[in-house]
């Protein structure tokens, strides 16, 4: 036998797929190392980061890390700006009706849709922050957020060259589509008029029942409901509502993983770090598949590290997935009747088509 024979073997058992979910692996514990070593206040959120902003290019990378980088700072400057006159709860409403409406309109048809999702997300998490907190220190949380997507970029943007020089010139990426602007889309803006609309209720429904986890239900709409412009036909309907059901299912399933290796963890960090491997892994390797449930393998994975990446190992606990799952259900409360009520008024409608990569983007 030669001594190419065993290489051989190991190449043909190894596939690009691998070597994705070993340079996520890779990228999310470099953005935990790098997100306490900067002093973040939220090292889960540099964990998403270093694991949604992960590319088989490392051009790919560092375009989406800029993006991510770019939409957030923007959206949190502009909600700092405006926060001031945001603290009745009517002014907030309007201000997520028009913000997080025309955001998510850009996000679907423009060429930056990344920096756009990111630039409405972190506007709203900072205005119902102020409306639930009118206390909190705004700047602070804006630059903290800033801080550790920067951090996450810089992991993923690290561990991409890096295999971009080794592994992938062995097990190249298949190249992403180079995303196009699509104009001007009655169908995307009716679409965001109905997310936009859900947002406003959110807050009216806050002030009134008090509801927790706003962030947390503003993040969901605005996810579930950014679906490629070809896949939202005259309803939206039945393509956002299968997201809402993947994005539920993947954070119970996550959380239920989570809290099973917390119990056997009992603090232990290594035990900590191994699980957050899993159920990256786990994660990851679902959202690879070729089928119809991807996002629910995004899903599991952000799950498994809100709870398992803590600012502090010692602090490790379950509640940030069980809020996580109530924002998703708070979420779906307020959206599905707005979605089924246009469908209701437009019952001739003819339903949109189903796409086999409905998640161009998400947290």
């Not at 502090?312 to 809020?323: K, Q, T």
Request: hydrophobic residues 55%; charged residues 15%; positive net charge.
């Amino acid at each position: 036998m030669t001594e190419a024979a065993p290489r051989k073997r190991l190449v043909d058992r190894v596939t690009a797929r691998t070597v994705d979910e070993a340079e996520v692996v890779a990228s999310v514990l470099l953005a935990i190392a790098v997100a306490h070593w900067l002093g973040a206040a939220n090292v889960y959120w540099a964990a998403f980061a270093g694991y949604m902003v992960m590319r088989g290019h490392a051009g790919e990378t560092l375009v989406r890390g800029l993006l991510r980088i770019t939409g957030t700072g923007a959206g949190g400057l502009l909600a700092l700006a405006a926060a001031p006159f945001l603290g009745w709860w009517p002014a907030a409403a309007a201000a997520l009706f028009l913000v997080g409406g025309g955001a998510l309109y850009a996000a679907i048809t423009a060429k930056r849709s990344y920096a756009w999702l990111f630039f409405g997300l972190t506007f709203a998490m900072v205005v119902l922050d102020k409306l639930a907190h009118p206390d909190v220190a705004l700047a602070r949380f804006v630059e903290t957020r800033v801080l550790e997507t920067v951090a996450g970029t810089l992991a993923c943007l690290a561990v991409s060259l890096a295999s971009t020089l080794t592994l992938r010139r062995i097990w190249p990426a298949t190249p992403s589509p180079r995303p196009a602007a699509l104009g001007w889309h009655p169908e995307a803006a009716r679409h965001a008029l109905q997310a936009a609309t859900a947002l406003a209720l959110l807050v009216g429904l806050s002030a009134w029942l008090h509801l927790p986890a706003l962030s947390q239900a503003a993040i969901g709409i605005m996810a579930v409901m950014l679906v490629p412009a070809d896949s939202i036909g005259a309803s939206g309907l039945m393509p956002v509502s299968r997201r809402l059901v993947q994005r539920f299912l993947g954070c119970l399933a996550g959380a239920a993983l989570a809290a099973l290796i917390l119990f056997v963890a009992q603090g232990s960090p290594p035990l900590l770090i191994l699980g957050t491997i899993l159920g990256v892994v786990i994660g990851r390797h679902l959202e690879n598949g070729d089928h119809a449930h991807r996002y629910v393998g995004t899903q599991f994975a952000l799950a498994i590290l809100i709870v398992l990446v803590p600012d502090s190992y010692a602090d490790a606990e379950i509640r940030p997935a069980l809020m996580r799952l109530a924002g998703v259900l708070i979420g779906f409360a307020v959206l599905e009747p707005v979605l089924l009520a246009w469908h209701w008024i437009a019952p001739s409608r003819q339903v949109a088509v189903r796409s086999k990569d409905d998640a161009p983007g998400d947290i």
